[in-house]
């Protein structure tokens, strides 16, 4: 039954946008081997402040940069190489066979390749810019 429903868009994160995600991540273990594990790895400097460091998660075989960040005093250093070596040993850890993430044109993407990651989709934005998706086997 369709009457009597009304559609809204609200700004941020609701309840209804977990709950939402809650249904998805419930109908995708229904009908698959999903078994997602979020994972952080961090760079801290001796007092404990936080340098730089990823997100990622492992899904269906996959570890999935969601994002990485280095303080520009860091980059061109080697530990952009050391994150993403670090989420590469755990994705592993964790079964994956794969790694998979995406970047702007504005950011990464030549470090990326440098490191084994193979551009498979390219996404056009109307401004100019554009966002790459990325991978490479662990």
């Known amino acids: 039954m369709t009457t009597g429903l009304t559609i809204k868009a609200e700004e941020g994160v609701t309840e209804a946008l977990e709950e939402l995600d809650e249904r998805l ?5 229904d009908r698959s081997d999903w078994n997602s594990q979020y994972f952080t790895v961090e760079i801290r400097d001796t007092e404990g402040a936080l340098k730089g ?6 899904n269906l075989g996959v570890a999935e940069i969601r994002v990485l960040w280095l303080d520009e005093d860091l980059r061109g250093t080697g530990w952009g190489k050391k994150i993403v070596d670090a989420v590469a040993d755990e994705g592993r850890r964790l079964g994956a066979s794969k790694m998979l993430l ?7 993407r030549p470090f990326y390749e440098s490191l084994g990651f193979i551009v498979f989709g ?3 934005f109307p401004t100019g810019n554009s966002r790459y998706y990325l991978s490479r086997d662990l």
Do not use: E, I, P
């Not at 991540?25 to 273990?29: I, L, P």
């Not at 995406?102 to 990464?108: E, G, H, R, S, V």
């Open 25 to 29: 991540v419930a109908f995708n273990k």
């Open 122 to 124: 390219t996404l056009d």
């Open 53 to 58: 460091g990823a997100g990622g998660r492992v």
């Open 102 to 108: 995406d970047t702007y044109d504005f950011q990464a």
